[in-house]
């Protein structure tokens, strides 16, 4: 398994021959946040499925997602409307579907998926657990909620896990370094590797640490004594690595 983190909530998936691609948002603006780690496009390429977590404008930008090409995409339901131009496959919590060799499954994520919240109609937020010769949880955005050990119960050999923000604070729906590790222990995954960290900021906000590296590495502290049998890989944005 191929693991390349691109900044963000955006990580390529390789396992058993099918490549997958995570909430892609590859511009250098976003709204009111800069990027800062620069996009590798030589890993964007033969990508067979993109899976989105929800509809926030830093984990689903339809400019990206042009960038990829004709790549169907995985999003929760109600999307499609926003989607017009892309082959979209609607899931809901509990369903499941095949890309190449993978079953991937949409699983709960307590999370405000709504584009624009607290405006709009309802949207759901959806994690997604991948399953082929070895297994990968995607948490897009979360809290901790209860059933996470759930996700983890038929053995888990990668948790991909959010554990920062863009801004000074994190609000309801997310996990900083100490309650990503609480999530470590529920999970119990062979590997973590924090991601949501050190893409985005918003120079609006004093204070903002979105681009800063202190909270993967004080995820991976909290997390030895947490859940010491799980292994921590921090990742660069760009970085590569594989399992």
Do not use: C, N
């Not at 509809?55 to 042009?66: E, I, V």
């Not at 307590?110 to 948490?139: N, Q, T």
């Amino acid at each position: 398994m191929r693991i390349t983190y691109v900044g963000h909530a955006t990580v390529v998936i390789e396992l058993d021959g099918t490549r997958l691609i995570t909430d892609p948002v590859l511009r250098g603006r976003i709204a009111h946040l800069r990027r800062h780690a620069p996009v590798a496009e030589a890993g964007l390429e033969g990508l067979d499925a993109v899976l989105i977590s929800h509809r926030h404008m830093d984990h689903l930008d339809r400019r990206s997602l042009r960038r990829l090409g004709e790549v169907p995409v995985i999003a929760p339901s109600g999307s499609a409307r926003y989607l017009r131009r892309f082959t979209v496959t609607e899931m809901g919590e509990g369903d499941h579907t095949r890309v190449g060799a993978l079953r991937v499954a949409a699983v709960h994520a307590e999370h405000e998926g709504r584009r624009y919240p607290p405006l709009g109609a309802a949207s759901p937020a959806l994690g997604y657990r991948i399953d082929g010769s070895a297994s990968v949880y995607f948490a897009g955005d979360t809290e901790l909620f209860d059933g996470m050990d759930e996700i983890g119960r038929a053995g888990l050999d990668l948790a991909l896990l959010p554990v920062s923000g863009w801004g000074p604070r994190l609000g309801p729906g997310h996990l900083d370094p100490t309650a990503a590790a609480r999530a470590l222990a529920l999970l119990q995954p062979r590997v973590a590797v924090p991601i949501h960290w050190g893409t985005l900021s918003s120079p609006a906000l004093v204070g903002g640490r979105g681009a800063d590296a202190g909270a993967a590495h004080s995820f991976a502290e909290l997390a030895a004594a947490e859940a010491p049998a799980v292994k921590v890989v921090v990742v660069p944005p760009g970085g590569t690595v594989e399992l």
